[in-house]
């Protein structure tokens, strides 16, 4: 509708910056995500398996908290916040009792590092299909098993 004395248009729609956040609306997103990454860091969400969350943190991983991640949002709600302040999400149950995984981070550049070195081992384990130093039984030669794969 136009005001004839100002020549200007009025409408109560919100503008695209006045919404919190923008993206299209078509299951693509995905359950398990937080709302902002954190500059620096490498997110990763782990399931509270026995042993799971220890392992991540002697590895350099940290719990990341609310805040970090833009508080408390429609898939981070005040159930998925521990008593400790941290980041989980509800993802199963086992019997009666619930699943939950925690959001965890890490330096980028160990993050990367990391990434690297599962890389050298990746090629390595290639190396040893193309050259054929599989044995017989299914295992490669540093102990693996490999299901007789065969290049």
């Known amino acids: ?39 620096g860091y490498h997110l990763h969400i782990f399931n509270d398996s026995p042993g799971r969350i220890q392992a991540a943190i002697d590895s ?26 941290k980041v989980r999400f509800l993802v199963g149950t086992d019997g009666n009792d619930p699943v939950y995984a925690y959001v965890l981070k890490i330096k980028e550049e160990w993050w990367k ?6 890389q050298k081992r990746n090629d390595a384990t290639d190396a040893a299909i193309r050259s054929g130093k599989l044995t017989k039984d299914g295992m490669s030669s540093d102990g693996f098993y490999n299901a007789g794969i065969k290049y």
């Open 113 to 118: 590092d990391d990434q690297a070195d599962l």
């Open 60 to 85: 350099g991983y940290e719990f990341v908290s609310p805040d970090e991640v833009g508080g408390t949002m429609e898939n981070v709600t005040s159930r998925n916040t521990d008593l400790g302040d």
């Open 1 to 39: 509708m136009t005001d004839t004395k100002q020549g200007t248009k009025a409408t109560t729609e919100p503008t695209k910056t006045e919404r919190k956040q923008r993206s299209a609306f078509n299951g693509t997103r995905g359950k398990l995500q937080v709302g902002h990454l954190i500059p």
